[in-house]
């Protein structure tokens, strides 16, 4: 099963707009982990926040942490269209350390 | 560097056919983990191999095995491939065997389709 859910599964904006996806997730974390993929190619690490953080910022990309809401945002400032592909939130911890569980993800297409 | 190299790209087998799918992590990185995403879905974990031994195993059944070997790449197999077996198989590494607090370098993937 997987943990970490985003909302929403799909997302279009226009170039030069800002976007915003969220995660939840079911149960305690050490961490929370964004990742990009491409055309169902190999994903790329974003950003990784930790249970104590609330903020991080990264680029254009700002990742927020609620652990009393078990939700994490992910925003896009600016978005380009090279910003097409799909994000998905990887959650860690809760008494395991070798498994990263994956949402299903939200595809964003930047439209030019 | 050279990154995250899986192989075969794509790969077409038949129901009950086996499979061996290749990765070889980033140079010094000991840790290696397997995931397969169906379409449409997010990656699911399969197996974890850190220092030649497996740390972890998602749920999967027993037709999935894998191995690492002294230089630190994988390999994952698949017996009796079913066709729900279709998806595309994701090898990471990481320097160390935590996969939960740092980030992974994921390779391009090999897409499996089971006819």
């Known amino acids: 099963s997987q943990q970490g859910e985003e909302d929403p599964q799909a997302l279009s904006i226009q170039e030069g707009e800002n976007a915003t996806m969220n995660c939840s997730y079911k149960?305690?974390?050490?961490?929370l982990q964004w990742y990009r993929q491409n055309s169902g190619r190999g994903l790329v690490h974003l950003i990784l926040?930790?249970?104590?953080?609330r903020e991080k910022h990264s680029g254009r990309l700002r990742v927020t942490l609620d652990t009393s809401k078990k939700s994490s945002s992910l925003l896009i400032t600016a978005s380009r269209a090279a910003d097409t592909a799909s994000y998905f939130c990887a959650t860690g911890g809760g008494g395991s350390n070798y498994k990263l569980t994956f949402g299903k993800g939200t595809l964003l297409t930047v439209n030019p | 560097d050279a990154g995250v190299t899986q192989s075969p790209t794509h790969l077409i087998k038949t129901r009950g056919q086996h499979v061996t799918l290749r990765c070889s992590p980033i140079s010094g990185h000991k840790s290696v983990s397997w995931y397969q995403q169906v379409l449409g879905q997010g990656p699911q974990f399969i197996f974890q191999y850190y220092e030649k031994e497996e740390r972890g195993r998602g749920n999967f059944p027993d037709r999935f095995s894998a191995r690492q070997f002294p230089n630190y790449s994988s390999e994952l197999n698949v017996n009796a491939l079913l066709l729900g077996d279709s998806a595309l198989y994701l090898c990471a590494s990481s320097p160390t065997a935590s996969l939960t607090n740092e980030k992974l370098f994921f390779g391009s993937g090999t897409q499996l389709s089971v006819l």
């Open positions: 149960t305690s974390i050490n961490n």
């Open positions: 926040i930790r249970s104590n953080e």
